[in-house]
C-alpha cells in the first residue's frame, strides 16, 4: 500500500471513531511504529487531525467555523483541481451556469474561461475575478452584489434579489461539508440562503466536493442529498461514503 492510500485509511479511521492508536495501526497496515508516526504527521500538517502521546485523534470543526478563502485553499489542492477539471467535461457552450462560491468552485472557473458564449452567475469574488481576468468579449459575467462572508462569498438581501429573477441551466455548489443526514451544508447561515436561491434558480446541481467534506456538517442546510443531481469527488472518498451517496443522488463521479 503506497503511503496515500495509507493515510487516507488512516484518516477514515479517525473520522469513525476519533481516535487511533499507533500500535494497532502499525500492526494493521503492517508496518512500523516510526512509518505509522510519519503518516500521522503527515496528515496533523494539514489540518486533517491531531497528533497525541501514541496516536491521533479528529479534530472536526464546529458546525459555524468558517475557514478563510487563502486558508481553504491550499487543502487538498491536488484533489481540487482533479474535481475541477472533471466538472468542467459538463459545461457546454452556451449555457447559462452558477458556480457558488468555494475554492473547488474557483478551480473550475479556471476551466471555463475557454468555453465560449457562457454567461455565468456567481456570488463569488474570487469566481468573478477569474473571468474578469480572462477577458473574453462572448462571455457575460453576472457578480450578484451583497454582504462579503470570510470566504469571499457575497450573501444577504441584495444576492437574494438577484438570484431568484434568474433560471439557469446547471449549478456547481461547493460545499463546507455532507452527510447523510444533513446533506450539504455551510458555516454561514446567510451564505445558506443564498445557496439555497442558486439551487432553486438552476435545472441541475452538481456538487463539487472532496473526500474530506464527507461526515463534515455545518449549522446550516444547503440541500439534501438527493437533490443533486451529479456529486463529483475524489478517490479518497471511503467506500461507505460512496455507497450512501450512490443510494441518494443520480450520479456520483470518481475522479482518480
Same mark, same amino acid.
Given at each position: 500500500m503506497l503511503a496515500p492510500q495509507r493515510q487516507s485509511a488512516i484518516l477514515d479511521r479517525v473520522r469513525a471513531s476519533g481516535g487511533v492508536r499507533v500500535t494497532d495501526l502499525a500492526a494493521e497496515f503492517g508496518v512500523s511504529d516510526m512509518?505509522?508516526?510519519?503518516?500521522?504527521e503527515a496528515l496533523a500538517d494539514r489540518g486533517l487531525l491531531a497528533k497525541v502521546h501514541g496516536g491521533a485523534t479528529s479534530v472536526r470543526p464546529g458546525s459555524t467555523d468558517e475557514p478563510g478563502f487563502e486558508a481553504k485553499s491550499i487543502r487538498q489542492r491536488a484533489e481540487k483541481a482533479a474535481i475541477a477539471a472533471r466538472a468542467a467535461g459538463l459545461v457546454t457552450p452556451?449555457?447559462?451556469?452558477?458556480?457558488? =462560491? %468555494?475554492? #473547488? @468552485?474557483?478551480? *473550475?472557473?479556471?476551466?471555463?474561461?475557454?468555453?465560449?458564449?457562457?454567461?455565468?452567475?456567481?456570488?463569488?469574488?474570487?469566481?468573478?475575478?477569474v473571468f474578469y481576468r480572462a477577458g473574453r468579449p462572448d462571455q457575460t459575467v453576472v457578480l450578484t452584489g451583497g454582504m462579503r462572508t470570510p470566504s469571499d462569498a457575497l450573501v444577504g438581501p441584495?444576492?437574494?434579489?438577484a438570484i431568484r429573477s434568474l433560471h439557469l441551466d446547471v449549478l456547481f455548489l461547493g460545499v463546507h461539508?455532507?452527510?447523510?443526514? =444533513? %446533506?450539504? #451544508? @455551510?458555516?454561514? *447561515?446567510?451564505?445558506?440562503?443564498t445557496n439555497r436561491a442558486l439551487v432553486a434558480a438552476a435545472e441541475r446541481l452538481v456538487?463539487?466536493?472532496?473526500?474530506?467534506?464527507?461526515?463534515t456538517v455545518g449549522i446550516s442546510s444547503i440541500a439534501e442529498l438527493s437533490e443533486a443531481h451529479v456529486v463529483v469527488s475524489d478517490a479518497g472518498l471511503s467506500t461507505p461514503a460512496r455507497a450512501t451517496l450512490s443510494e441518494h443522488v443520480e450520479e456520483l463521479v470518481i475522479v482518480p
Open positions: 512509518t505509522i508516526r510519519r503518516d500521522l452556451g449555457t447559462a451556469v452558477a458556480l457558488s =462560491a %468555494g475554492t #473547488t @468552485t474557483a478551480e *473550475l472557473a479556471q476551466r471555463l474561461v475557454d468555453v465560449p458564449e457562457l454567461t455565468v452567475v456567481t456570488n463569488s469574488i474570487p469566481v468573478a475575478d441584495v444576492a437574494l434579489t461539508g455532507m452527510s447523510e443526514r =444533513a %446533506g450539504f #451544508t @455551510t458555516p454561514n *447561515l446567510m451564505e445558506a440562503d456538487v463539487l466536493a472532496d473526500h474530506t467534506k464527507w461526515g
